[in-house]
């Protein structure tokens, strides 16, 4: 059974930094892609960062370019979201999914991805 637990969300003060995880079970990260999305309330869902599984290469949304990190750590069959200077925008329920094609380059398109983890709450607030 396919299945994706994301952990790490919390509340966290303008500036601050949380990690997300996002540990997977019934299959192995490392051969599909993987990407984080959030949606806010009254929003979209939107991509946010992907990580390839064909050569590990890397896809950010402009708007955390530069303050968010994705990376992958095979051996916990886990992939992270590192979140630095995290701002008010930043809040949303943030979302590990898998795209089921192997060894493919990732996008920031939430139509290619077939599983979904049940999220977790980033709220960046003073």
């Known amino acids: 059974q396919l299945q994706l637990v994301e952990s790490g969300g919390g509340l966290v003060q303008p500036g601050g930094s949380l990690r997300l995880s996002c540990l997977a079970s019934?299959?192995?990260?490392?051969?599909?892609?993987i990407g984080w999305f959030r949606q806010a309330p009254g929003k979209e869902r939107e991509g946010v960062s992907c990580?390839?599984?064909?050569?590990?290469?890397?896809d950010y949304a402009d708007s955390v370019k530069g303050r968010f990190t994705i990376s992958r750590d095979s051996a916990k069959n886990t992939v992270y979201l590192q979140m630095n200077s995290l701002k008010p925008e930043d809040t949303a329920v943030y979302y590990c999914?898998?795209?089921?094609?192997?060894?493919?380059?990732?996008?920031?398109?939430?139509?290619?991805?077939?599983?979904w983890g049940q999220g977790t709450q980033v709220t960046v607030s003073s």
């Open positions: 999914a898998a795209d089921r094609r192997q060894f493919r380059q990732c996008v920031l398109a939430k139509g290619r991805y077939d599983y």
């Open positions: 019934g299959i192995t990260l490392g051969y599909y892609p």
């Open positions: 990580i390839s599984s064909s050569d590990g290469s890397t």
